[in-house]
Every structure is written in structure tokens, then in C-alpha cells.
């Protein structure tokens, strides 16, 4: 049977490995490096280079393969989503069967925690045939954010929210919660949102070398945020950002 080993790698800082997860893509018999195109090369280089610092293990092989792109044009959003899953099961069934013949393991790197706003395990359950899987947990981009604007995550006693942009789009500010992180949000849905009363703590490449933060009241930080967004996505050819709201409470 292959054992597949989820290894969370944290925001792209190779500091942010654990020791569970360095141990992990040491015992591994093979690690797979994902390319996401010419526009997205800068992520295949940070595994690259974590592969690099960490993995001192002789035995272990490290492959590369092609990602399929989503098909954005389907007017489904699940369905095309579930149509990419698919895609990608494909092409790792395929590259595990022919560079791993009999029992082994394989180690994925996987942003941030493999958990949280993810679909490797969702496509790991379709892998045929299905192999154990073990994940090791990461830092994510939330926890690294909050670290980076040093503030608590919670007020006291309080709960807060983990949507996605399009969900706050969507349906607006859920009830009964002040504190919002929005992730996956590629248009910025905060612009929807009545700014009074909110402040927004945002980042992009958080843990990265080109980290960048702003923070304030909505109203005033919003537009720096698009220009800045605007300008390190013209300039990088990618972004990963995330953010935090939080509305005065009554």
C-alpha cells in the first residue's frame, strides 16, 4: 500500500516547518512538486527550496509534474471545481504508479495546513488505488497574519468566522459574530461591505520574503489595499493574500 504524507509547509517561510514535517519528507520514498504554470513558478521554486534546505535523505526521490489548470469558464462553480479534482487525482495516480512500484511513501507540500481551505485531501480520496494518508499539520496563513499585525485573533469569549470573499459577496456580514477571516477572496469583497465601525487587518505573500501588510479603519485602508494588491499582482504575476474583519461590537 502507498502511504501518502500530507506535510503542511506553512506560508512559505522554511522556518515555519515543524520538526514533525522535515521528519516526514525524510522518511518519504518520493516527493511531489506541483507546476502551476509560467505565472505561478515562484510557488514550485519556495517547495524546491525547502526540499533543498531540509531533505537530507539520499533515498529520497523528488518528481515534479504538470498541475491541470481549472476550467473557469464553467458556469457551475462546484461542478468545474469537481471536474479539476478529478483532473488532478489523475495525474498523481499516474505519476505515483510509475515511480513507485510496490509499497512506498509519498510526501505532498501543501501551503499552509492541509486542513484549512484545501482540497488535497478531498482529492486524495480519489486516488485509485487508495492509499493510507497522514497529514502533518502547518502553520497557516491566519496564524501568520495575526502574528504579523501582532493581534489576538478572538476578543474575549468572543467567536469568529473563517468565510471565503465569495461567501461574504454573497451573503454579507453572517449574524451573531464580530470577527471575520476571509480567505480565497480574489475580488476583494470587503468593498461590499458598509465600511463603518469595521477594522481590517490584511496581508499578502504573508511569511514570504515579499510579505505585505496594511491595517486601519475600512473605509480609509480599503483603497491602499486594491492599489497595493493591484500593483504587487502586476509585479509578481500571482497573489495570496487573506484578511481580517472586525465590526465595533454593540
Known sequence: MIELLLVGIGTGNPEHLTLQAIRALNSADLVLIPRKGADKADLANLRRSICAEV??????????????????????????????????????????????????????????????YDSTLRIASRLQPAPSVRVIPGITSIHALAASHAIPLTDIGAPFLVTTGRALRDTGWPASVDTLVVMLDGDCAFQHLDPAGITIWWGAYVGMAEEMTLSGPLLETAPRILEARGQARERIGWIMDVYILRRDSA
Open 55 to 116: 531533505v537530507t535523505n539520499p533515498a529520497t526521490r523528488i518528481v515534479e509534474f504538470d498541475l491541470p489548470l481549472r476550467d473557469r469558464t464553467n458556469a457551475d462553480y462546484r461542478c468545474g471545481v469537481d471536474d479539476w479534482h478529478d483532473a488532478i487525482a489523475e495525474v498523481w495516480s499516474d505519476t505515483i504508479r510509475s515511480e513507485v512500484s510496490g509499497d512506498g511513501s509519498v510526501a505532498l507540500l501543501v501551503w499552509g495546513d492541509p486542513t484549512l
